[in-house]
């Protein structure tokens, strides 16, 4: 069985992380941290095989550094970056850091359960929109671009929450008409409003609106 730790200071985003998991037979989440402090502390305590840490965690610098202990003080726990920026600089410090793998926050459940099982073989684990981004050399940072009308890219389950939402559903009557838990759910509205860069779902459904991905 693959301990994993979940480093992020935003409960919703851990939850939603955790039920991801939830069904992997050999992958299981042992630990949530939201603080740094409390992932020192638990780090030094209990055995931990993964780490997905957000490198805002609260500040870059703090997840950098927070990652370069984790890798120093505990070679044989790996370490999977699981944040919203996609910047090429930051990615190749994050590695610099000692992490063996990086993933957007909008990563599917299959590239998640994939990071996972690769790091823990030592070995490293760059999905493709990473390596693109890598070999481009530039950020496409999904927040600051979704504002002067660049289209984010939806997951087809994705697309369906937003049109449920722009159907005015709870969660829970989401999380009923698509045979998911409501944690999942608010997983995927964060990685909405991450990916549209608003702050709140009526702005959310403006801007999906004005670029037609709703009517």
Avoid: W
Avoid at 181 to 188: G, M, N, R
């Amino acid at each position: 069985m693959i301990r994993v730790l979940i480093a992020d200071d935003h409960n919703v985003f851990v939850e939603g992380i955790e039920s991801l998991i939830s069904g992997s037979p050999d992958i299981k989440v042992t630990e949530r941290c939201y603080t740094v402090q409390s992932v020192v502390e638990r780090l030094a305590q209990v055995s931990i095989d993964v780490v997905l840490l957000d490198i805002s965690f609260p500040q870059i610098e703090d997840g950098l550094g927070l990652c370069e202990h984790i890798t120093r003080t505990y070679p044989k726990t790996k370490v999977v970056a699981l944040t919203m920026h996609d910047d090429a600089s930051l990615i190749k410090r994050v590695v610099k850091k000692g992490a063996k793998g990086y993933l957007l926050k909008n990563t599917t459940k299959t590239e998640l359960l994939q990071a996972i099982q690769t790091v823990h073989h030592e070995k490293q684990y760059f999905n493709e929109t990473i390596m693109h981004i890598l070999l481009n050399e530039g950020p496409k940072n999904r927040k600051s671009t979704a504002g002067v009308g660049v289209k984010p890219n939806l997951t087809p389950r994705e697309s369906e929450v937003l049109i449920l939402i722009a159907q005015g559903l709870t969660t829970q009557q989401m999380a009923t008409q698509l045979f998911v838990s409501a944690k999942a759910v608010e997983f995927h509205r964060s990685s909405l409003l991450m990916k549209f860069g608003v702050p709140n779902t009526a702005l959310l459904i403006k801007t999906a609106m004005e670029m037609q991905y709703i009517d």
